[in-house]
C-alpha cells in the first residue's frame, strides 16, 4: 500500500494537529485528569489513521482487457438506468453510478484505453451524492474518452462532503485502461455513461472494486 499525492499535504497538516493538541493535553490535563489525556490521545489517533486510510492506494491486480470496462471507481452501485444525456451526448445512454463512501479508496482509474475527446469542468451544488440530482447539479468533472468499441463519459461528482475533484486529463490525450485519471476528497459519485446496448455486468447495490471489477463488456 502507498499514499496518493494528494494526501501528503493534508496528512501533514494532520499530524502538526495531532502533536499540538497531544502536547497540551498532556501539559494541561495529565496530572489532574490524566483519563481525559487518553481520551483526546485515543480520538485523536483514530481520526489521523482514518485520514492516513483515506488516501491510500492498496496494491491490486488490475483487469485489463480491451473488450471489458472496468469501474473507475471503489464503492457500491447504486443506479443502473436509461437516461437522456443533455451534457455530451445528447441522446440516450445507460447510466451506471457507483457511490464512494469515506471509508472507500477515492483513486479513480480509466475505465478503457482510448482518447479523451471531452473534458468538462462544472461548479455546482454539494447535494448529498446519492441525490437524483447530484449528476446534473453538482460540482463535477466529465470526460469522455474514445476507441475502436465506441465512446463513454464518466463525471466525478462532489458530494456534500466532497469540497475538491481532481482530475489529471486533458483533450486530446492517450489513456491506458486502469491508469490514474483522478481523485475525489472526502466522499463522491461517479457516473459512467455507456452506449445503448451495451452489456453491463454489475448490479445494483454490487460492492465493486475501481480498476477490478468489470463493469460492462462492450457487446
Same mark, same amino acid.
Request: aromatic content about 12%; overall charge positive; charged content about 20%.
Given at each position: 500500500?502507498?499514499?496518493? *499525492? /494528494? ?15 497531544? !502536547?497540551? #493535553? ?16 485515543? @480520538?485523536? !489517533? ?5 485520514? @492516513? ?6 496494491? *491490486? ?19 443502473? /438506468? ?14 451506471? #453510478?457507483?457511490?464512494? #463512501? ?5 483513486? $479513480? ?9 471531452? $473534458? %468538462? &469542468? ?11 440530482? +447530484? +449528476?446534473?447539479? $453538482? /460540482? =463535477? ?6 476507441? @475502436?468499441?465506441?465512446?463513454?463519459? &464518466?463525471? %466525478? ?22 491508469? /490514474? ?7 463522491? =459519485? ?14 445494483? $447495490? ?14
Amino acid at each position: 500500500m502507498t499514499i496518493h *499525492r /494528494e494526501g501528503y499535504k493534508t496528512i501533514g497538516i494532520t499530524a502538526l494537529i495531532f502533536g499540538v493538541l497531544n !502536547l497540551a #493535553s498532556f501539559y494541561f490535563f495529565s496530572a489532574a485528569t490524566p483519563w481525559l489525556t487518553w481520551l483526546i490521545f485515543i @480520538v485523536t !489517533l483514530g481520526l489521523g489513521l482514518f485520514i @492516513v486510510s483515506f488516501f491510500r492506494i492498496p496494491n *491490486r491486480v488490475l483487469t485489463i482487457d480491451d473488450n471489458k470496462i472496468v469501474c473507475p471507481a471503489d464503492g457500491k452501485v447504486v443506479v443502473i /438506468e436509461e437516461i437522456t444525456d443533455v451534457e455530451y451526448f445528447k441522446d440516450k445512454r445507460i447510466q451506471v #453510478s457507483i457511490f464512494m #463512501s469515506p471509508a472507500n479508496v477515492h483513486v $479513480n482509474r480509466n475505465p478503457m484505453d482510448g482518447e479523451v475527446v471531452y $473534458n %468538462q &469542468y462544472h461548479k455546482g451544488k454539494y447535494l448529498v451524492a446519492w441525490h437524483p440530482k +447530484s +449528476s446534473t447539479e $453538482n /460540482e =463535477r468533472w466529465s470526460v469522455a474518452v474514445r476507441n @475502436v468499441h465506441g465512446t463513454i463519459l &464518466y463525471k %466525478q461528482i462532489a458530494g456534500a462532503l466532497a469540497k475538491r475533484i481532481c482530475n489529471y486529463t486533458k483533450v486530446g490525450e492517450q489513456v491506458k485502461q486502469c491508469n /490514474e485519471y483522478g481523485f475525489i476528497k472526502f466522499g463522491s =459519485r461517479v457516473d459512467v455513461l455507456l452506449p445503448v446496448g451495451t452489456k453491463v455486468d454489475v448490479q445494483l $447495490n454490487q460492492v465493486v472494486k475501481g480498476g477490478v471489477t468489470v463493469l460492462a463488456s462492450w457487446s
